[in-house]
């Protein structure tokens, strides 16, 4: 299937590592240009440069997303670098577990505000666009009670609701919007590496709730993100793609 993503032009926050460094990955392989934003500006340049490297357009910026103001100017930058925008993928989250008010206080700011601040910013830029998309990564846990149920959850939650809403108000713009919430991902130095070092029987308590015994990858879900983006998938807006291995077991109407 071609994706009709040759030539368009994404930005992704939180682009470096695990799922939004697979997300850019995706998207520059269906030849989209890419700007992507993380907090490390070294992590960014080196990614840039190999992106670049390997023939693709891509151009990466250190911006903390929960910074409104130095989101709203990456965007308008990464705008003009990359000629237009056609595509917003709002990736970061604060990861923030433990029920504390700091960590109520940085997943509203990080996870949702930098969603919401994304995609204030991009939006003039959308309405010119000729495909406009929106992707913003929930998870799981938005969606069912799990050991993430305090601020992670309820702002991933959050996240779908404001994400739907998107879709309905701007569908007569023709701007879509649609969510993915990923199950567990595996990859290196993430948090369920982390854990399958420093907690084991935790990470095998939660390896053995997912069916396929196994977690998902950052291409895997990728794929997914990739799809809902693209002009491929025109008539679906609204709607919150599970990548999880039949983790979860409610069905979602």
């Known amino acids: 299937m071609d994706l009709q993503l040759n030539g368009l032009r994404a930005l992704v926050t939180g682009g470096t590592k695990g799922i939004g460094r697979g997300i850019v990955e995706a998207l520059v392989a269906e030849g989209a240009k890419v700007g992507f934003c993380a907090r490390t500006e070294e992590q960014v340049n080196d990614f840039a440069a190999q992106l670049t490297e390997a023939g693709h357009t891509a151009t990466g910026s250190a911006v903390d997303v929960a910074d409104i103001e130095a989101v709203r100017s990456w965007v308008d930058n990464a705008a003009a670098a990359l000629g237009g925008l056609d595509i917003v993928v709002a990736n970061v989250s604060a990861l923030a577990i433990p029920n504390e008010p700091s960590n109520w206080r940085i997943s509203f700011d990080v996870d949702l505000m930098g969603t919401v601040g994304l995609v204030d910013a991009a939006m003039p830029h959308l309405e010119r666009s000729t ?63 982390t854990m399958e070092q420093n907690n084991p029987e935790f990470f095998a308590e939660a390896l053995a709730l997912n069916p396929t015994g196994r977690m998902a990858t950052p291409a895997e879900v990728a794929r997914g993100v990739a799809f809902l983006a693209s002009p491929a998938a025109s008539f679906i807006t609204g709607t919150n793609l599970l990548i999880d291995g039949a983790l979860t077991r409610g069905v979602q109407f």
Request: aromatic letters at 12%.
């Open 131 to 193: 495909a406009p998309s929106i992707v913003t990564i929930s998870s799981v846990s938005g969606r069912e009670i799990d050991f993430a149920a305090g601020p992670y959850g309820t702002f991933k939650a959050a996240i779908i609701h404001y994400t739907q809403g998107l879709a309905y108000q701007l569908a007569a713009q023709g701007i879509r919007a649609n969510s993915v919430s990923p199950g567990n991902t595996y990859f290196a130095d993430g948090v369920w590496q």
